[in-house]
């Protein structure tokens, strides 16, 4: 086991990092930007380097600062987190020839699941079932329009270095297309350096269930059920839960889900955590939609449901050991709901809210969890993702855990900085949420409804 490892993120998932080395025994090295000098992660670890300004580039996106931070501490390790360098191969490949463990799969894993056309051509071969589209990148508008034509509209324009909701273009009719595959290629090259994109079917009001899975370094493969990740804002997620209160969801469904999950893993040699997502239609046929070849934000909801400490098992599987877990020993307990609040103005089209915390309460009590770095006095900086906390409440039933997490809501007060903690609390009592009736485009519908 490791002796010390680095912590190359910021806010709460540094924070949930740092609580599951101490657990194991493992010392911890802090790295923060000028502007997370007073942050939580920074004044908790065992010891913090301050590694650049306060722009991301400068700091948490710097590979040679962090990693001469790890030979200046000794760190062995470096885990990553979410966002950032948490999939960049050229990162995992550096941290491999300065001899510092990268906390996540090979570099080469990476490769094949973060190019989402090439990761789509795999998942074929794998027979894994994907979504109706091109084969590969598409190089060309007539191309586009030759597979839009091929497959029917709607089609999903997509950026094959995508994520987080970027480079994403709905297009219903072959006028629009041209438009869309150039605005899409414009946003991919701005927020990927990359500017290839993909053409798939657009399915219809489907939900979005994620399959977590683990695997160790010795070709063990397991899933830890599902996760249902509809309710979202322009792609971005908001609301997450275990299990998917879908009613076409049962025990064979997700036996398949899994299976197929565990089968995509495989098809590239995956290790560690991550994350496959699939589009789940009326009808109960799902979809490779793509990997996260990382921890995910909503990974507490597993965490209640399976009792099983992912960042941990992340931790264990970088250091050598096998998985202590066997499929058969894997069972989904009770129901957990996770909100994401943010320092935002949902009033004003969800603008960021930077500022200093000056008065906070936390919800606790029996199956209340909160992953936060906020505390009173804190200044929110104004460069980074306006997530400052994650709510979660864990209950025996899907009814149970909606009451806890509404009372929970309630009691969160975060005075100073504006939050989403209302519009969560009002979309959590709207009576198709209160039922699980909804897919990734009940947010959009809702709002056009509500204007």
């Known amino acids: 086991m490791f002796k010390k490892i680095l912590i190359a993120n910021r806010g709460e998932i540094a924070v949930r990092i740092i609580r599951a080395c101490r657990e194991l025994g493992i010392r911890t090295v802090a790295v923060c930007s000028e502007a997370d000098k007073m942050a939580?992660?920074?004044?908790?670890?065992?010891?913090?380097?301050?590694?650049?300004?306060?722009?991301?580039?400068?700091?948490?996106?710097?590979?040679?600062?962090?990693?001469?931070?790890?030979?200046?501490?000794?760190?062995?390790a470096v885990h990553p987190g979410f966002g950032f360098l948490s999939e960049n191969s050229s990162f995992a490949r550096l941290c491999e020839r300065c001899g510092v463990k990268f906390i996540g799969p090979a570099?080469?894993?990476?490769?094949?699941?973060g190019d989402k056309a090439n990761a789509k051509i795999t998942m074929k071969n794998a027979n894994v079932p994907v979504v109706p589209g091109s084969d590969g990148a598409v190089t060309s508008v007539a191309e586009a329009k030759r597979i839009a034509h091929e497959v029917g509209y709607p089609v999903m324009v997509k950026a094959s270095?995508?994520?987080?909701?970027?480079?994403?273009?709905?297009?219903?009719?072959?006028?629009?297309?041209?438009?869309?595959?150039?605005?899409?290629?414009?946003?991919?090259?701005?927020?990927?350096?990359?500017?290839?994109?993909?053409?798939?079917?657009?399915?219809?009001?489907?939900?979005?269930?994620?399959?977590?899975?683990?695997?160790?370094?010795?070709?063990?493969?397991?899933?830890?059920?599902?996760?249902?990740?509809?309710?979202?804002?322009?792609?971005?997620k908001m609301i997450e839960e275990s299990p998917c209160p879908s009613p076409l969801m049962?025990?064979?469904?997700?036996?398949?889900?899994?299976?197929?999950?565990?089968?995509?893993?495989?098809a590239v040699g995956y290790y560690n955590a991550g994350t496959i997502e699939f589009l789940l239609d009326a009808r109960g046929d799902f979809y490779f939609m793509e990997m996260n070849t990382r921890v995910q934000v909503e990974h507490p909801v597993t965490e209640f449901v399976t009792g099983i400490d992912i960042v941990q098992q992340q931790i264990k599987i970088a250091a050598g050991e096998p998985l202590d877990l066997k499929q058969k020993d894997?069972?989904?307990?009770?129901h957990a709901i996770e909100c994401r609040i943010n320092a935002e103005n949902p009033a004003f089209g969800f603008r960021p809210s930077p500022g200093t915390v000056q008065a906070l309460h936390m919800p606790g009590g029996p199956g209340i969890r909160v992953d936060s770095a906020m505390y009173a006095g804190y200044?929110?900086?104004?460069?980074?993702?306006?997530?400052?906390?994650?709510?979660?409440?864990?209950?025996?039933?899907?009814?149970?855990?909606?009451?806890?997490?509404?009372?929970?809501l309630a009691e969160f007060l975060v005075e100073g900085v504006d939050t989403n903690i209302e519009y969560q609390l009002d979309l959590l009592r709207d009576p198709d949420v209160e039922r699980g009736s909804f897919d990734i485009g009940f947010l959009a519908r809702r709002k056009e409804k509500h204007c």
């Open 161 to 236: 270095a995508g994520g987080g909701g970027r480079g994403i273009r709905k297009v219903d009719s072959e006028e629009e297309l041209e438009n869309a595959v150039i605005a899409a290629q414009q946003e991919a090259l701005r927020f990927f350096s990359d500017d290839t994109i993909y053409i798939e079917k657009f399915i219809v009001d489907p939900r979005h269930v994620e399959i977590q899975i683990l695997g160790d370094e010795h070709g063990n493969l397991v899933h830890l059920g599902e996760r249902d990740c509809s309710l979202q804002r322009r792609n971005q």
């Open 107 to 113: 570099p080469e894993s990476i490769d094949r699941m």
């Open 250 to 266: 049962n025990d064979e469904l997700r036996a398949r889900m899994g299976e197929a999950a565990v089968n995509a893993a495989r």
């Open 379 to 408: 200044t929110i900086p104004p460069y980074y993702d306006s997530m400052i906390a994650k709510l979660i409440a864990y209950a025996p039933t899907r009814e149970q855990a909606l009451a806890k997490m509404k009372w929970a």
């Open 330 to 334: 894997i069972v989904l307990k009770g």
């Open 40 to 76: 939580l992660h920074a004044q908790i670890a065992d010891e913090t380097i301050c590694i650049g300004p306060a722009p991301s580039k400068d700091s948490y996106l710097n590979m040679q600062a962090i990693l001469a931070a790890c030979e200046v501490t000794g760190a062995e």
